[in-house]
């Protein structure tokens, strides 16, 4: 199921509704640009409730799998984005010291909310600045092939030159 984008999350906390589904890539231009691509869709479940003071809130969980680039040997690696959340909906940033400790305020001053900017929010908060391949699945060779290489083919004093050197003796 997709998601909606656009969510009246006061009526949806009043009704203790949980919302399930995932979120097409066109809403998500920020997590778009910041990837190579996104291979697996944005899937979130998020549930709406009132909480002990009455206060509506939302908490949940998105997952992605994104292609980003890995700083060792600049080929596409796939990653698992995990993000857990819990927003309390407030209507003003003078409401921001209502919101209880354990809850991030979710700022909302029209009727409708944005669900999709609140999803990927989440995730680019999660999303590492840098990317590698798990140990082993790495060739980690792109930099000792293009620059570390000197013209006579030996290894140049680079640290992975030394290692390599210190390897052979
Ligand atoms: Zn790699």
Redesign the pocket.
């Known amino acids: 199921m997709a998601l909606p984008t656009y969510i009246d999350p006061r009526k949806l906390a009043l009704q203790g509704y949980l919302l399930e589904g995932d979120v097409a890539s066109e809403s998500l231009s920020r997590l778009t640009s910041a990837v190579e691509s996104i291979s697996k869709p944005l899937r979130a479940v998020v549930q709406f409730e009132l909480d002990e003071s009455r206060a509506k809130v939302a908490h949940g969980s998105v997952d992605v799998t994104v292609e980003v680039i ?1 700083q ?2 600049l ?1 596409i ?1 796939s990653v698992d984005v995990h993000a857990e959340f819990a927003v309390q909906v407030i209507w003003s940033e003078e409401h921001e010291n209502r919101v209880a400790k354990n809850y991030e305020p979710w700022l909302v001053v029209d009727k409708m909310a944005n669900l999709s900017e609140l999803l990927e929010d989440e995730i680019l908060l999660e999303l590492p600045l840098v990317n ?2 798990a140990e082993g699945t ?3 060779d792109a930099f000792i092939a293009d620059a570390d290489l000197e013209t006579d083919g030996s290894i140049s004093d680079s640290p992975f030159g030394i290692l390599a050197q210190l390897k052979k003796k």
């Open positions: 890995c060792r040997c080929d690696v590698y391949h790495c060739t980690g």
